[in-house]
């Protein structure tokens, strides 16, 4: 009988060790990063797909059936890359205020 | 048992605001010994601030005695809240563990009610200050001192932390804006955050 | 000129050795040792510290330059914290056994795994067996001050010792407290150069380390014996010369809080001695009787002063904030040299250990009060175990609430 009592909030899984995330990190969100965001024109948009391959959080993807870019609000960082990138030009950078919606809102930075 | 003591949480932005969040801490403190109270001021150490945008907190606790728990991770029940980049509303529940009747001191271009607009939990606070900070006084320099403890060798309060503490003494009680002043360097921007700052009262 | 200035125990420890004049530094980054090092890094760069800045491509590296420049004749310091000081381990015999005495400052981090930046003494503590001197200071102040003490002390020619200057990582390195940094020209006046009675020179040349039989191995080891023999006579003189030079008031080897008339008390070393004794202050108005015995060098163990300052209470609580895997109290390190201190006693103390503080976490007022009720039922019982795991064990279960 071991002397150990471990409150629940307190089990750790042996070694430390956990299973590794596959496609998205809900431990590691950082939406919140960001000061602005980039929004696209999807007129403009020729789906070359540049801002997919330059984004280094992979926060751009084609969405195969209405064939329109979709981006990631919960972990764009707004580093700007896919402005640059935007071969047709058709991203620019806004001021995250002014959208109610894309809120991440942590408890806690971790 | 548990003593008295006033919780200040800054939020601001990594790498660019990192220094000023740093300042504000140093104002605050500052200001507040010269008033005869027993301070702390320092940074979080889990946010690791180099990294450019990451919502980082630095902190201060102020009391009419010596504080006892001087080894805390966080602030949990900041009475004061004071955000450098407004855009962080959105980001994180920055009223989490408010004590009712908090205050909120905002560096913003908007009005306390679009501000507003973005907290749930705005029932918490007694009243929200909105000042351009970043109207009054540049982010100034960069520096990678970061979290690690390093010695301020910038003059303290040169950027936007200089006209935010100023406007705080609006609604702090732990110290006032002629202390502030005396220990900031960039002495107009205080008095300028002090006096264009918009109260609102809830 | 001296000044007040309100630094972390990064920056501290940084003046400390710039004020100790060190000449050669070897860095490698890693948290919460980074600030030393980036201190350091700025003060050499803009001319205000005249010493060699070599980055080493580890700890191993690090270490291994440090008590190269030692034996060169340079006053040198490094550092490290957690997982780099057990990385360094290899070097740390070398560098005792060949009476090289550099300083390393430890900004204790708990041990992989996993990642954990909180403080922990057991990184250094692993090393307590090779023959540095090893102590810990429990503010910025007292991190500045050993600093420059400890070169006094190792440098001693009665004692050619490697020193470990050790403070808590965040609660003493990262969190900026009031302190006074002397003038140099005092510090000049109590800190000579380095003179070491045999240092590498071309035109003398000499063997460090050569292949020997075993037959003369106890002999090698009974030379650093010896070295210790003289090593609390020469603390006890360095700390009064400096309590005398700049006004403070360190007792050599454990520092005393309300212990003259205390039936129980907090022994343990570093920062949370502060805690205790605000603890103990509250203690005390609710007519329980307890004291703080804060150890202020791990090695050498001052085994006299730690017996006399453990005889005065019947029931002693080693609050350890490091572990002893397997070790025979089941918790940390320093419970069995605690107990051994106090083996010869007529009426010894009942001496427990509470395995608080691990990981970094807090120890809180609230712990202090459990560990007390503890400490106060073993004197009625006449007994208590040989460790209790704050928070996990049914005697000292939520304890933060």
């Not at chain 2, 004071?82 to 905002?106: A, F």
């Not at chain 3, 381990?89 to 070398?94: L, R, W």
């Not at chain 3, 005792?96 to 990642?115: F, H, K, V, Y």
Request: with cysteine; net charge negative.
């Amino acid at each position: 009988m071991s002397r150990f009592i471990i409150p629940k909030h307190l089990e750790v899984p042996l070694g430390a060790c956990l299973p590794a995330p596959v496609k998205e990190q809900p431990g590691m969100i950082t939406g919140n990063w960001r000061t602005e965001r980039p929004v696209i024109d999807h007129e403009a948009c020729t789906t070359c797909l540049n801002c997919f391959i330059y984004c280094p959080d992979a926060c751009w993807h084609l969405d195969e059936k209405t064939e329109q870019m979709v981006w990631n609000a919960d972990y764009c960082k707004g580093c700007m890359i896919c402005v640059n990138e935007c071969a047709p030009n058709c991203l620019s950078m806004v001021n995250e205020l002014e959208f109610p919606d894309g809120v991440v809102r942590l408890e806690k930075p971790f | 048992m548990s003593q008295e003591v006033y919780e200040v949480t800054i939020w601001a932005r990594g790498v660019f605001q990192d220094m000023e969040g740093r300042h504000a801490t140093l104002l605050m403190a500052n200001a507040a010994d010269l008033g005869g109270k027993f301070v702390q001021a320092w940074d979080d150490y889990a946010d690791l601030p180099d990294r450019v945008g990451v919502p980082l907190r630095k902190y201060v606790r102020l009391s009419d005695e010596e504080i006892e728990m001087r080894f805390v991770y966080v602030n949990n029940n900041p009475v004061l809240v004071m955000i450098m980049d407004d855009t962080i509303v959105k980001g994180l529940n920055i009223l989490r563990g408010m004590p009712q009747g908090g205050s909120l001191v905002v560096n913003t271009k908007r009005t306390p009610d679009e501000i507003l607009a973005f907290i749930p939990n705005k029932e918490l606070l007694k009243n929200i200050v909105c000042v351009d900070a970043s109207g009054i006084a540049s982010d100034a320099a960069i520096d990678f001192m970061g979290s690690e403890g390093g010695v301020e060798v910038a003059s303290v309060g040169a950027g936007i932390s200089a006209p935010l503490v100023g406007a705080a003494s609006k609604v702090c009680d732990q110290f006032t804006v002629e202390n502030v002043v005396k220990v900031a360097a960039n002495k107009d921007g205080v008095q300028k955050g002090f006096d264009t700052a918009q109260v609102k009262a809830l | 000129m001296a000044k007040e200035v309100f630094y972390s125990g990064c920056a501290a420890a940084a003046y400390g050795a710039k004020d100790a004049r060190v000449e050669v530094i070897s860095s490698y980054p890693i948290r919460p040792y980074t600030g030393i090092m980036m201190e350091l890094s700025k003060l050499v760069a803009n001319g205000e510290l005249e010493a060699e800045f070599v980055h080493g491509e580890g700890e191993h590296a690090q270490v291994s330059i440090a008590y190269g420049a030692a034996a060169a004749g340079a006053r040198a310091y490094t550092g490290s914290s957690g997982v780099g000081v057990t990385y360094a381990m290899e070097c740390y015999s070398p560098a005792a056994g060949g009476r090289l005495p550099c300083q390393m400052a430890i900004a204790d981090r708990a041990l992989d795994p996993p990642g954990d930046f909180g403080s922990e003494h057991t990184d250094v503590m692993s090393a307590r067996d090779q023959g540095w001197i090893m102590g810990w200071a429990e503010s910025p102040q007292e991190v500045y001050d050993n600093t420059i003490m400890y070169y006094r002390i190792g440098e001693d020619h009665r004692v050619l010792l490697p020193q470990f200057c050790c403070q808590d990582g965040y609660f003493v390195s990262h969190i900026p407290g009031r302190m006074q940094m002397e003038d140099q020209k005092a510090v000049d006046d109590f800190l000579p150069p380095y003179n070491h009675p045999h240092t590498l020179d071309p035109n003398k040349p000499i063997n460090h380390g050569p292949q020997i039989f075993p037959d003369q191995g106890s002999a090698i080891n009974v030379q650093r014996a010896v070295a210790f023999d003289d090593v609390e006579a020469v603390i006890a003189e360095v700390v009064g010369d400096y309590n005398k030079a700049f006004g403070r008031d360190y007792s050599p080897f454990v520092d005393e809080y309300m212990m003259d008339d205390a039936e129980i008390c907090f022994f343990l070393q570093g920062a949370h001695a502060r805690t205790a004794r605000y603890a103990v202050n509250h203690l005390r108005k609710q007519g329980i009787k307890a004291g703080v015995s804060r150890l202020r060098f791990m090695r050498p163990f001052p085994t006299q002063a730690v017996m006399e300052s453990l005889s005065k209470v019947k029931a002693v609580g080693v609050v350890e904030t490091n572990t002893s895997y397997g070790g025979a109290a089941r918790g940390g390190a320093i419970i069995h040299e605690a107990r051994h201190a106090c083996y010869n006693l007529d009426n010894r103390p009942i001496i427990t250990s509470f395995m608080a503080g691990l990981g970094g976490e807090i120890v809180t007022l609230n712990e202090f009060y459990a560990m007390a009720k503890v400490l106060s039922d073993a004197v009625k019982s006449g007994k208590a175990n040989d460790s209790y795991w704050m928070n996990f064990e049914k005697e000292v279960l939520d304890t933060h609430s």
